[in-house]
């Protein structure tokens, strides 16, 4: 007769998670993941069979807690107009530099890293991202400056806003000065 698990697999995602995110991908040892969910060798294993199916189910509850969210603020009725949302999002990231939390996004960071050695985690980076980019799409039809743009422009400048976040993520996660965040962040005025 098995054991039945003793542990939620809700909060050993949420420590694996947190792990990933600090150490990312290759730098998340396994006694590293074991304490951070509070498991064993065998719990671990049993439950996720590998760390790479483990960092695929971290990619899935990422997007959900996080990038979800934030395609909401991007997409939600809440600010009026598009570009503004756009701005409260870069915002939201220099924000949280200013707070000293520079982990960057967790699907930035596996972008810029196992994505290009991993096609099952590519996929998963570019499905979360592209649910961002789609974000960015729906802003820019609700920017007065933006709403004249066909589809393909709309799409082109969505894919450019996307591939600024996710450098913008990036370089925060590697100490980028705040004032050089800033600016680049600021930068994207010229487009409005």
């Not at 995602?13 to 993941?33: I, K, N």
């Not at 996080?66 to 570009?83: F, K, N, Q």
């Not at 993520?169 to 050089?180: C, D, E, F, I």
Request: hydrophobic share 45%; aromatic share 6%.
């Amino acid at each position: 007769m098995a054991r039945p698990r003793e542990f939620k697999v809700e909060d050993a995602v949420g420590g694996a998670m947190d792990v990933f995110w600090e150490h990312g991908y290759e730098g998340a040892s396994l006694p590293d993941l074991l304490s951070g969910m509070g498991l064993s060798r065998g719990s671990l294993y049993k439950a996720f069979t590998d760390k790479k199916s483990l960092y695929l189910v971290v990619l899935e509850r990422y997007e959900k807690d996080y990038v979800i969210p934030a395609v909401g603020l991007l997409s939600g009725p809440d600010i009026a107009d598009g570009w503004d949302r756009i701005m409260a999002l870069f915002g939201n990231v220099i924000a949280d530099v200013r707070k000293g939390d520079r982990r960057g996004c967790l699907a930035c960071s596996a972008a810029a890293g196992p994505a290009s050695e991993d096609t099952d985690i590519a996929d998963a980076v570019h499905r979360t991202l592209g649910k961002l980019q789609k974000g960015f799409e729906v802003a820019l039809k609700a920017s007065p400056v933006h709403a004249g743009l066909d589809a393909a422009a709309r799409r082109q400048m969505a894919d450019m806003l996307t591939t600024q976040y996710v450098g913008t993520r990036v370089m925060a996660r590697s100490q980028a000065p705040v004032a050089m965040l800033k600016r680049s962040v600021a930068s994207l005025r010229l487009l409005a």
